[in-house]
Nanobody, 114 residues
Framework: QVQFVESGGGLVQPGGSLRLSCVAS????????MAWYRQAPGKQRELVAS???????IYEYFVKGRFIISRDNAKNTVYLQMNDLQPEDTALYYC????????WGQGTQVTVSS
């Protein structure tokens, strides 16, 4: 059973923007705080940003002021607007609950390069 479907990644130049989307199954999404994670080559997966049911958001220091997380509860979808992208943002991006559940999606690749 597919629980997360991430999309919106791509190749972008430094300073560019992308908007990621993640559609989750209703049982996974509804009523839970959601998050975006990323995993760069050779590194562990790390939390990027999270959003709860009241739309309170938390950002890791390395994306604060550049990324914006949002959610559409009617569509079981969480978004990540990424601005001023830098080469160090290159990674495979995933969504999951804040308290992650098994069954990660395939992620969406973001590559920042000139």
């Amino acid at each position: 059973q597919v629980q997360f479907v991430e999309s919106g990644g791509g190749l972008v130049q430094p300073g560019g923007s992308l908007r990621l989307s993640c559609v989750a199954s209703r049982s996974i999404f509804s009523g839970y705080a959601m998050a975006w994670y990323r995993q760069a080559p050779g590194k562990q997966r790390e939390l990027v940003a999270s959003i709860n049911m009241r739309d309170d958001t938390i950002y890791e220091y390395f994306v604060k002021g550049r990324f914006i997380i949002s959610r559409d509860n009617a569509k079981n979808t969480v978004y990540l607007q990424m601005n001023d992208l830098q080469p160090e943002d290159t990674a495979l991006y995933y969504c999951n609950r804040v308290v992650a559940v098994q069954g990660w999606g395939q992620g969406t690749q973001v590559t920042v390069s000139s």
